[in-house]
Nanobody, 126 residues
Framework: QVQVVESGGGLVQTGDSLRLSCTTS????????LGWFRQAPGKERAFVAA????????MYSDSVKGRFTVSRDAAKNTAYLQMDSLKPEDTAVYYC???????????????????WGQGTQVTVSS
């Protein structure tokens, strides 16, 4: 069982930056992948970014590529989502999850994730 806790959300203005954190605990394996998703009101949970457990490989959705950076600090059991040049359409609840699937096959699919955090709200005002 893996416990996941997100933090760092808040209210910012268009063009601002924000960094989300995702701390994991419990039994984990070096083959895990950590993913960030977001869910806006009335919409399905959507993939944002993912990183391998050792932090060596990453993947992004087209909507955030070039603006967001995902990383993981293994020593701190914490992953980060650095969000720059934020837009109002980035407003959502952001979730962090853990999957045993491969980065380039399963990371984009929420159904492959077995552990989720409670989410953290990000609101970008125009």
């Amino acid at each position: 069982q893996v416990q996941v806790v997100e933090s760092g959300g808040g209210l910012v203005q268009t063009g601002d930056s924000l960094r989300l954190s995702c701390t994991t605990s419990g039994r984990t394996f070096p083959t895990y992948v950590l993913g960030w998703f977001r869910q806006a009101p009335g919409k399905e949970r959507a993939f944002v970014a993912a990183v391998t457990w050792n932090g060596g490989n990453t993947m992004y959705s087209d909507s955030v590529k070039g603006r967001f950076t995902v990383s993981r600090d293994a020593a701190k059991n914490t992953a980060y989502l650095q969000m720059d040049s934020l837009k109002p359409e980035d407003t959502a609840v952001y979730y962090c999850g853990v999957t045993t699937g491969l980065l380039n096959i399963a990371a984009k699919m929420p159904k492959t994730y077995h552990s989720w955090g409670q989410g953290t709200q990000v609101t970008v005002s125009s």
